[in-house]
């Protein structure tokens, strides 16, 4: 089955203790992404990956990290989680940036969405 | 999940009902516009895509309208059932733009009465 897999779904930490949030997905894709998704701001992008070993920075990286040494995995990376990072967070995946698909003639960008994990920091 | 909905625009219908909902994007310059449902505890699905050359899109139940001289969007859902019940979220990609990512819109919840 089709699928991106995050991990864990939820957890509560304490302000300063680092932690990973892994993010999987088995459809081979290209582009990976993760978004906040706070109440009355909908989806805000984190950080991007074109491919393996390419990030890039999205609308709100503060106080984030990411790395893609594998195709399938993009982890994300709380080096000191505040209580403002206290949000549910989403990973997604496709074929590549909606605009390029479109651009090459594919009919959909479409982004397959993680269920989210939801992180609160005391 | 629940906390999604939390002041957000509220579309309530009738079961049976069509439903509109409507979504102005801001930029431009924007050549791609995606709709996501997303229900509760759960991550965005796809419902339908729409492309700047284009000002409608047919799905199945659904359909996209593009206006591209006021900048408007609209998902129409027709025959609404309780299952259309969650948050629904516009997004726009500009070709060359910023980054040629997805720009999600803040959403609108959706309640279906039966």
């Known amino acids: 089955e089709a699928q991106v897999t995050q991990n864990p779904r939820y957890l509560i930490t304490v302000t300063g203790k680092k932690l990973t949030v892994t993010c999987s997905q088995n459809?081979?894709?290209?582009?990976m992404s993760w978004y906040r998704q706070d109440p009355g701001l909908g989806l805000r992008q984190i950080y991007y990956?074109?491919?393996?070993?390419v990030t890039d920075k999205g609308d709100v990286p503060e106080g984030y990290k990411v790395s893609r040494k594998e195709k399938r995995n993009f982890p994300l990376i709380l080096e000191s989680p505040s209580p403002n990072q206290t949000s549910l967070y989403f990973c997604?995946?496709?074929?590549?940036?909606?605009?390029?698909?479109w651009g090459q003639g594919v009919d959909t960008g479409e982004l397959f969405f993680g269920e989210g994990s939801r992180l609160t920091v005391l | 999940g629940e906390s999604v909905g939390l002041h957000l625009p509220t579309l309530s219908v009738q079961e049976g009902d069509n439903s509109i909902i409507n979504c102005a994007y801001s930029n431009s310059a924007s050549d791609y516009f995606i709709w996501y449902k997303q229900e509760s505890g759960k991550g965005p699905q796809f419902i339908i895509d729409i492309r700047s050359n284009m000002d409608k899109r047919q799905g199945q139940r659904v359909t996209v309208l593009l206006n591209k001289t006021v900048k408007h969007l609209s998902l129409q859902i027709a025959a609404t059932q309780p299952g259309d019940s969650a948050v629904y979220f516009c997004a726009e990609a500009a070709y060359g733009g910023s980054q040629g990512n997805l720009i999600f819109g803040k959403g609108t919840k959706l309640s279906v009465k039966p």
């Open positions: 997604a995946s496709s074929l590549s940036k909606a605009v390029t698909l």
């Open positions: 459809m081979n894709h290209e582009y």
């Open positions: 990956s074109m491919n393996v070993e």
